[in-house]
């Protein structure tokens, strides 16, 4: 059988074979039943097998993506690596603790019984991953799934192949594959997964392929987690850092060529600080890619990761500018390896598409704005975004603007570093998601968790019939003053 890569490169994607697929799904339903007992050791060695994986093949890693999408090694670093290896130490250090049963006190019903809630892994799980972050977004679900006992079948996309293959490569390499396998494929091979039954599926991707996800998934009713996208608002009040907030959002925005599903994606800034703050968004680029000139050239900026996308991305920027924006910087060059500038948009319609549709590509349009109150409005006119970003220096400003919006997960004065906290949720709501992944919250996502009641010396005898006299009585004063 051809390769993923060879495939791409004859213009087709390979789809998996469905029988080997099957075959797979039937060994690891078999294995996950004999995992339901693993212990902590057993799941945290092969967390680390995958995380010495990380270091050893970390030269193969910056070579995929590269041929993947021209991404920087130290951006690889930062961006696939850094976030599986923290996962994978964080889950190390934390994994005994979250499979301890916990213990639950008795309400006064329940006086006489002991309680506890129980992890148990859910059995046989799918990862379905997108390509923006090909490693970080495959392997950093998988240590979770790892973490909380079960089996995994991991779909990579199809978009960066040479990821693609190097991760089939490192799982087939470390893990039996009755434990950890990759399909690889594209559509076809995730419609044929969707209609398989298993116990959980992770997908990470866009709203519409989310909806199919859930819609496929409904059929046996297996639960899901679904991390998508979405347009993710940035508010710069007048109060804000200038420099400090152009700097951290040039960063947010243009790193992974603005390919991120938490990247900030247009921005409403205050008209009192307006044109300083688009000067200062000017000098912040060109401190990260240099003159406009030399940015093409520049080696810590990566590329849009196909000839569709960047036909997408050019056209949204046409498409504003026919109606009447201005390119404050950036703009499209000529149609050199996928490559457009890191682009500055202002005076944009409010109907052109860039303000429509998730970007996902180096285009950022700014709004200017007076009234608080109407950007708040706009924002919760749309679907709630997976990430929003409020600069400011004003207290109560930033407190109005958590308090009255809804998004997956916000940051005060920086973007995208959400991400990198072990501690917290990262997931959307709505639109943007459902359920949650990162640590803790990760695991409890691959984990069902089971209700115990021990019987001890309960009056639950006391409920049953004949519903008379004494018993009677006592289930008129339980349902008044026992529950
Ligand atoms: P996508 O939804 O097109 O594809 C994701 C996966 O779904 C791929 O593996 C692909 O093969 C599969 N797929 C595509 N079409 C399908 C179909 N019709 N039926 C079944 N499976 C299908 O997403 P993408 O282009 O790879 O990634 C970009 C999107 O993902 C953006 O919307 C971005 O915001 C979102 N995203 C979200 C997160 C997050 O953590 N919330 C992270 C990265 C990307």
């Not at 420099?243 to 009192?272: E, R």
């Not at 950036?330 to 948009?345: F, S």
């Amino acid at each position: 059988m051809s390769t993923a890569v060879e495939n791409i490169a004859a213009g087709a994607p390979a789809e998996a074979d469905h029988g080997r697929t099957e075959r797979l799904l039937a060994a690891q339903q078999v294995k996950a039943l004999s995992l339901r007992t693993s212990t902590a050791a057993e799941r945290i060695e092969k967390i680390k097998r995958l995380r010495q994986a990380m270091f050893d093949r970390s030269e193969q890693i910056y070579k995929a993506c590269h041929a993947d999408f021209a991404k920087p090694a130290p951006e690889v670093d930062i961006t696939e690596i850094l976030p599986v290896v923290m996962e994978a130490n964080h889950a190390i250090r934390h994994l005994k603790g979250w499979m301890k049963p916990e213990r639950k006190r008795p309400t006064l019903l329940m006086f006489g019984t002991s309680a506890e809630v129980r992890n148990e892994p859910k059995g046989v799980c799918l990862i379905i991953s997108p390509w923006n972050y090909p490693i970080n977004l495959s392997f950093g679900p998988l240590i979770s799934a790892l973490a909380a006992g079960n089996t995994v079948i991991l779909k990579p996309s199809e978009m960066t192949p040479h990821c693609a293959q190097l991760m089939d490569e490192i799982v087939a390499d470390i893990f039996d594959e009755d434990e950890v396998a990759v399909v690889q494929g594209a559509v076809q091979t995730s419609q044929h997964l969707l209609g398989l039954h298993f116990d959980h599926i992770f997908f990470t991707g866009s709203p519409a392929v989310g909806k199919i996800v859930m819609r496929a998934a409904a059929e046996h009713l297996t639960s899901v987690t679904l991390e998508l996208g979405g347009k993710s608002p940035v508010i710069v009040d007048k109060t804000a850092d200038i420099n400090k907030s152009a700097k951290n959002l040039a960063w947010g925005k243009f790193a992974n060529n603005g390919q991120t599903c938490i990247a900030p994606d247009y921005m409403y800034v205050h008209t009192d600080i307006l044109d300083s703050f688009v000067e200062a968004m000017r000098k912040a680029m060109t401190k990260l890619y240099g003159d406009q000139a030399q940015m093409a050239s520049n080696g810590d900026y990566c590329r849009i990761v196909n000839d569709k996308h960047y036909a997408r991305v050019k056209s949204l920027i046409d498409d504003a500018t026919e109606r009447g924006a201005r390119v404050s910087m950036g703009g499209v060059e000529a149609n050199n390896d996928n490559y457009i500038a890191p682009t500055l948009l202002t005076d944009v319609d409010h109907d052109a598409r860039v303000l429509q549709e998730e970007i996902f590509g180096p285009v950022l349009p700014i709004i200017p704005f007076t009234d608080a109150d109407r950007v708040i409005d706009q924002i919760n006119a749309q679907p709630k975004p997976l990430a929003l970003y409020v600069f400011a220096r004003d207290k109560d400003f930033i407190d109005k603007v958590l308090s009255n919006t809804s998004a997956g997960g916000s940051c005060v004065n920086h973007s995208m570093v959400q991400f990198l906290h072990a501690n917290l949720p990262f997931g959307g709501v709505n639109n943007s998601g459902l359920g949650n992944s990162h640590g803790h919250y990760g695991f409890k996502a691959f984990s069902h968790e089971r209700a115990v009641v021990r019987e001890r010396f309960s009056l639950s005898f006391l409920f049953l019939p004949p519903y008379k006299g004494f018993t009677r009585w006592f289930i008129k004063f339980a349902t008044r003053w026992l529950v």
